[in-house]
């Protein structure tokens, strides 16, 4: 059975922070058509505030498991797990079932938290700017994840800040 990969995508600031009062505190256009084209047919794990962030509704073309200890979801293309061990299983056998190679952890903090010691990549799209916020990424740990790509983006017509996009990849055994 092929491996399924693990991969995180999230942007931060400078200093950590990825959101604000519910939200992100940054408009950006060019990030938000990375992370479609990333995430396009791979199922997305969620927590069920990133998920109301969003709007409550499914982003078009990926399965989503939201996962939360007690709210309920019931619409096409949603599945709930009430433990982020589920989740992870519920969403890499979507991506069995469907030919996906990888699923795609979307936040929020809390689920970045409970996941980054597991994942395989982390793409993470480098805000350069310090902002106020009250959710953050954690550190990302030099000698488990060793950067193997990285590109400057400049800001865009909607883009709030130039970015900086990086892919870090496990070491072997870590
Ligand atoms: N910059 C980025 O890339 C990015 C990406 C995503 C989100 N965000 C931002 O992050 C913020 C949201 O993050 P957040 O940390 O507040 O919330 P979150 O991680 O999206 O969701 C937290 C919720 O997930 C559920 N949950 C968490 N751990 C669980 C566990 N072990 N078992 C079962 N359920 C669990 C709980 O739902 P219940 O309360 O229903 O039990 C919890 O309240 C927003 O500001 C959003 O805009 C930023």
Known sequence: MTDIKTLIIVAVSRNGV?????????????????FKALSMGKPLLMGRKTFESVGSKPLPGRPHVIVSRSATVDMPGVE????VDEALARAKALARETGADA??????????????????ELHVTHV???????????????EIFELVEETAVPSGDKDNYPTRYAIYRRRAGR
């Open 18 to 34: 990825i959101g604000r009062d519910g939200d992100m505190p940054w408009r950006l256009s060019t990030d938000l058509k990375r």
């Open 80 to 83: 709930m797990a009430a433990t």
């Open 103 to 120: 699923i795609c952890i979307a936040g929020g903090g809390e689920i970045y938290r409970q996941t980054i010691a597991l994942a395989d």
């Open 128 to 142: 350069e700017t310090d902002l106020d916020g009250d959710t953050h990424f954690p550190a990302i740990d030099p």
